[in-house]
């Protein structure tokens, strides 16, 4: 079994992922910064066609009411971008946890073979 363990920063939300410019769907520079933290954290890590399991702790950057559903498109889409697995259809079994309030907020993110 092949574990990585990668520290992102807050991801955006899929609510401030795409931007719209009349019928034009675009990623906001949010998305951008974060897809480029997640291809330095993977660092040329790869898991292939492996089925996966993965663990999300997230961290908030503030006390606001938020759901945790919303960051995961943003996060597995990071991921596959940044070439550490190849779909995320590959997730088996999906875990998130709010974590402490942390200034600046990060998602901990663990994924494993299985």
């Given at each position: ?10 991801p955006p ?49 503030d006390k ?9 498109k943003p ?40």
């Amino acid at each position: 079994m092949a574990i990585v363990q990668l520290i992102l920063p807050w991801p955006p939300s899929i609510n401030t992922y795409w931007g719209f410019h009349g019928h034009r769907r675009f990623l906001t520079q949010k998305a951008l910064e974060f897809k480029k933290h997640a291809v330095l954290a993977v660092q040329g890590q790869k898991l292939g066609q492996s089925r996966l399991s993965v663990t999300i702790i997230a961290h908030a950057p503030d006390k606001r009411v938020r759901d945790l559903d919303n960051i995961l498109k943003p996060t597995l889409d990071a991921l596959v971008q940044a070439g550490l697995f190849d779909d995320d259809s590959q997730v088996d079994l999906l875990t998130i946890k709010r974590g402490e309030v942390l200034k600046g907020g990060m998602a901990i993110v663990t994924v494993a073979t299985i």
